[in-house]
């Protein structure tokens, strides 16, 4: 059975980020672990032995690990803001290789923005995303239909879609982090429309 403790989420999971787990699993693949569900970016501050959620995350990811590999080979998420890429480098920074396939879906950039961009040596496609998934604009993005999967189990339709992002060649425009930041639009409140 594979273990999460020996893959590149290890740390991540030592430190409490891993969060919401649809699924926190061996998948189909030999030595391979996945993960649906939040990354922590930041937490808020405890009081006592109170547990808070996280002031943000990466929601919605996506993503895979094998075992006794110390990067995370693909992953997809959702940020609600663009400004917490470099969070994303900061939390991720020992599991991302310059190999890996990085897909950010963000709310506040324009929707028909595509970016590359380069922190470090890591490169993240930058899509937008608005009243939708992470896993249906990704399955969109790949070109998947729901029905090709239908019958996999979870780690099964976890393995199916990454292995295809990972072959995924797209070419983006290339802007820096500061570029996108200048770009991007204010933070959509959550909660606005909301019946009380």
């Not at 963000?106 to 939708?132: H, R, T, W």
């Not at 879609?161 to 204010?186: F, T």
Request: charged letters at 25%.
């Amino acid at each position: 059975m594979t273990s999460i403790a020996n893959t590149a989420l290890g740390p991540l999971e030592r430190d409490g980020r891993l969060l919401n787990a649809v699924l926190k699993a061996g998948t189909t693949k030999p030595g391979r672990f996945g993960f649906r569900g939040d990354i922590a970016l930041k937490f808020q501050t405890q009081v006592a032995d109170e547990k808070r959620p996280p002031d943000y995350s990466i929601e919605q990811v996506l993503t895979i690990a094998q075992e006794g590999e110390s990067t995370i080979p693909v992953l997809a998420g959702y940020l609600h803001s663009l400004a917490y890429l470099s969070d994303v480098v900061d939390v991720l920074d020992h599991a991302l290789s310059p190999e890996g396939r990085y897909f950010i879906f963000c709310n506040n950039i324009d929707l028909l923005a595509k970016y590359q961009i380069e922190l470090g040596d890591i490169i993240f496609n930058v899509l937008p995303c608005d009243e939708s998934t992470v896993w249906k604009e990704l399955l969109d993005l790949i070109g998947i239909d729901k029905n090709d999967i239908k019958n996999l189990n979870a780690g099964g339709k976890l393995d199916y879609v990454l292995d295809a992002a990972k072959s995924l060649h797209i070419s983006y425009d290339q802007i820096s982090y500061e570029a996108g930041l200048e770009r991007m639009s204010p933070v959509k409140n959550r909660n606005e429309n909301r019946p009380v």
